[in-house]
């Protein structure tokens, strides 16, 4: 009584050549800045909210400036 089996002489996995993705070293560097900032998301957040901070006192004293001076 012999069994018979069922698998494939010949997997298509093991037939298959894999063939090597060459990928250009500005699309490399892209993915790497896009993921750096993802992580790090204060590295933009940062100067951001220092800009705004900068621009609301700017704003602020320019109010305060058109009521001390006269003529303006």
């Not at 894999?18 to 204060?42: G, H, M």
Request: no cysteine.
């Amino acid at each position: 009584m012999n069994t018979q089996s069922n698998t494939i002489p010949e997997s298509p996995l093991e037939s298959q050549v894999v063939a090597s993705t060459v990928i250009p070293v500005s699309r490399r560097i892209y993915w790497s800045l896009q993921r750096e900032l993802w992580e790090n998301r204060s590295i933009y957040l940062a100067p951001l909210t220092a800009a705004a901070v900068f621009l609301f006192g700017f704003l602020v004293s320019m109010i305060n400036l058109r009521r001390r001076i006269p003529g303006a």
